[in-house]
DNA sequence: CAGCCTAACGGCACTCAGTGCCACTAGCAA
DNA sequence: TTGCTAGTGGCACTGAGTGCCGTTAGGCTG
């Protein structure tokens, strides 16, 4: 027998070569009804071997899923520290979303199945969940740098937010076949998460108002209003 | 053997004593150490009755579920159509803050179980995920009748804020053992969530410029600019 | 009160996921 | 060539979950 795992490239591709015989017999011939030991079979390993490469039937859909969460955590520590936190999980999030683009047929199938396999969709949303940890946690520290009471709630609720934009954006692409724009729903559908989480919550119920004869020029009205917005 | 199903009530009697004696074994010698047939002995049953009372092993956890989304359910159906619909999802899923409270003591059990075993975490997650759904579903209703463009986005991002919410003060409950005072904690949560979603979103984008004489009474100036900003 | 009839129950056997153990061997190093 | 290492595969075992069926409790009818 020839040995792939020997080398950490042949690990990769046994990794994706097992994924694959998988995803393929799930659509074929439904999901339980498909055994390990036929998935093993068709990627031409003992049954033995597969649970060496991943913990659980259900983990091949999910295979990358630790790859991404690693890159996301390698865009946080990389993001400019001046940019907004929310801003900046949007991004980080949007890397799912590429992710899923990039191996389109696959992503449909697993669509397919998450959508008719009650378990697999649970395993979906359990990984989801894992995801939107990470976010909570950066937007945790952030907001509690920033000073944020509340921060740790926040964090949550965001997070939360943020995953659940995410989700949407892609169930509606993968709905449409992945001919929709994912960018530009994505644009969309984070710019309304950012919206409702900016820092407004307390500085927008501060009211202001300005006072300035009509002889002020212009460009001292603007300067003035638009130092007084920035301040804080 | 007395037959505990024969009767309605006596269902729901051994569906609780089957779910007490699970959560005992659960934390006195660990999840996955614990079989079905030592659950099934310790409520006096078979191993297959078990099994006719609950779908799998972890659904012994999550017991009243079905009976909470149930309450959710009539929360929506007999809710007041001119509430604010982010309020009344708030209202909702604060049924299962009550839940919770109710039976402190399960709770905690509950509590330490997810959050020592994955798997347990897991079906946790999937089950929030069910209430969410709920939510979403009627949020997106609300909204659609509202004319809201993104009603479908805006449903699934505010139903996953509060469920965060939820979560987090359930959470943050728990860990103090039921000593804090949670009716508080959820009120600022939820206000919180109710603030982020309001349908400002849009409105708040709308820059309003209000050119006047200064000889314009002040009367005059605070009706035209309170009519401006309730218009739409 | 007696007998019937429905349905809950328990046991048995089976499939399959997941795991520990061990013998085997391909490929690398000395 | 020889030895070592590590991936591999087979075997056996546990336990979850399921179909099947004989048994019987307990309510209902006459």
């Not at 998935?39 to 060496?52: D, E, H, L, S």
């Not at 169930?171 to 960018?183: F, V």
Request: glycine residues 4%; contains cysteine; proline residues 3%.
């Amino acid at each position: 027998m020839t040995r792939a795992g020997a080398t950490p490239d042949g690990r990769r591709r046994l990794r994706r070569a097992l994924a694959a015989a998988a995803v393929d017999l799930f659509v074929a011939k439904g999901y339980e009804a498909t055994t390990v030991d036929e998935i093993a079979a068709a990627a031409g390993v003992g049954r033995r071997t597969f649970f060496r490469y991943f913990d659980a039937k259900d983990d091949v859909l999910f295979a990358n899923h630790d790859e991404i969460v690693a890159e996301m955590e390698e865009t946080f520590a990389a993001a400019d520290p001046d940019r907004d936190p929310v801003e900046v999980a949007c991004a980080a999030v949007g890397l799912v979303l590429d992710s899923y683009a990039a191996e389109l047929d696959v992503s449909l199938k697993r669509f397919t199945l998450t959508r008719t396999v009650p378990s697999l969709r649970d395993k979906e949303v359990a990984t989801v969940d894992r995801y939107q940890r990470v976010l909570a946690r950066y937007l945790r520290a952030r907001f509690t740098e920033q000073g944020d009471e509340t921060a740790s709630l926040r964090a949550a609720v965001a997070a939360a937010a943020i995953a659940a934009a995410n989700n949407h954006v892609l169930r509606r692409w993968l709905r449409s076949g992945g001919q929709d724009d994912i960018a530009a729903s994505a644009a969309e559908a984070f710019a309304l998460v950012i919206d409702a989480f900016k820092v407004q919550d307390a500085a927008a119920e501060t009211t202001m108002v300005a006072v300035m004869t009509t002889s002020t020029p212009l460009h001292t009205v603007i300067a003035k209003v638009n130092a007084a917005l920035t301040e804080p």
